[in-house]
């Protein structure tokens, strides 16, 4: 079992930046695939990144690359996503999830659907 919490959210400019954290309780973090995901009103949750349980393999959407970074502190429980230059498309809820059922060699999947737990999410909202 895994439980998530995200913080970190908020009201910034365009052109600013946030970083989201998540907490995570569960002896199986450490060994779990972790990822980052968004959803507007109306719309299907959508990928932005996802990291591998070590740390050492790191996937984004297209929309994201190059200004948003994933990492994680295993000793801490955490998974960050540093996001900078933000655009008023990034306004969205959003969530972290794990996959702890990934084996550790395997590569992270951006389907919603490869993850188990997910947190309550955190509200980003990018002002023009």
């Avoid at 973090?29 to 299907?44: D, H, I, L, N, Y």
């Amino acid at each position: 079992q895994v439980q998530l919490v995200e913080s970190g959210g908020g009201l910034v400019q365009a052109g600013g930046s946030l970083r989201l954290s998540c907490a995570a309780s569960g002896r199986t973090f450490s060994r779990s695939a972790m990822g980052w995901f968004r959803q507007t009103p109306g719309k299907e949750r959508e990928f932005v990144a996802t990291i591998n349980w070590s740390g050492g393999r790191t996937y984004y959407a297209d929309s994201v690359k190059g200004r948003f970074t994933i990492s994680r502190d295993n000793a801490k429980n955490t998974v960050y996503l540093q996001m900078n230059s933000l655009k008023p498309e990034d306004t969205a809820v959003y969530y972290c999830a794990a996959d702890p059922d990934l084996p550790l060699l395997s590569v992270p999947q951006p389907s919603p659907r490869s993850y188990d737990y997910w947190g309550q999410g955190t509200q980003v909202t990018v002002s023009s």
